[in-house]
């Protein structure tokens, strides 16, 4: 049975093989490869992203839920989303999300953090959710503080990202303070 989950605007659903040149689209964004710590630099890469979304989705024990974001009313895709629980601390999740340029500062992103921030904690019972991002992006910067994550630090240009070292920021929400935001 094909999962989802749905907000006021948005569907989070399985990928699909015919979601190839989505995936082309989101690799060429110039935002996408300034500032996202995946690659998708070459045809190998793009199906091998594709195919462990669509393989985990079949997973029984699933863990990584990686999710294309299509809007309700006419089914357009507009990005790639994914929570995913860690393996080697299964009550830690990460959410991150990448939207199409003609879907930034709509709301949707903020939309689709809260509609993951719920199932991390309602659903799948996390005891932490968390996201990163490259400390040069303001935008997912504003989405994480805006839905109430708290800045946990930052680990300073640990990774070189095609013309810059990364330095990458954490935030992150606990279940009392997910509880609390209920209240
Ligand atoms: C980061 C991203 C998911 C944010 O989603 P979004 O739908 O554009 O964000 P929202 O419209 O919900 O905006 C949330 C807040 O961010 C602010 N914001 C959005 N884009 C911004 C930008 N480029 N610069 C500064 N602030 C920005 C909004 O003004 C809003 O703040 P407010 O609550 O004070 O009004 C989206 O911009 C994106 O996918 N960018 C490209 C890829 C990327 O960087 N992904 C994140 C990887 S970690």
Redesign the pocket.
């Known amino acids: 049975m094909s999962f989802s989950i749905t907000t006021e605007r948005i569907i989070l659903s399985d990928f699909a093989q015919d979601d190839y040149p989505h995936l082309c689209r989101v690799a060429q964004?110039p935002?996408?490869r300034?500032?996202?710590?995946v690659w998708l630099d070459s045809d190998e890469q793009i199906q091998k992203f594709l195919r462990h979304a669509i393989d985990e989705a079949q997973n029984t024990d699933r863990m990584d839920y990686v999710l294309a974001a299509r809007t309700r009313e006419a089914g357009v895709f507009a990005?790639i989303t994914f929570i995913e629980i860690d393996r080697l601390c299964p009550t830690t999740a990460e959410i991150?999300?990448?939207?199409?340029?003609e879907?930034?500062?709509?709301?949707?992103?903020?939309?689709?953090?809260e509609a993951y921030l719920r199932y991390g904690f309602e659903v799948l019972k996390m005891h932490r959710v968390f996201?990163?991002?490259?400390a040069l992006?303001?935008?997912?910067?504003?989405?994480m503080?805006?839905?109430g994550l708290t800045y946990e630090g930052t680990i300073r240009e640990h990774v070189w990202l095609r013309d810059h070292w990364r330095s990458t920021k954490y935030y992150g929400m606990l279940a009392a303070e997910y509880a609390d935001r209920q209240s």
């Open positions: 964004d935002d996408f300034k500032y996202v710590l990005g991150g999300i990448v939207l199409l340029p879907f930034c500062r709509n709301g949707y992103g903020s939309e689709i953090l996201g990163k991002c490259d992006n303001l935008a997912s910067v504003a989405v503080e805006r839905c």
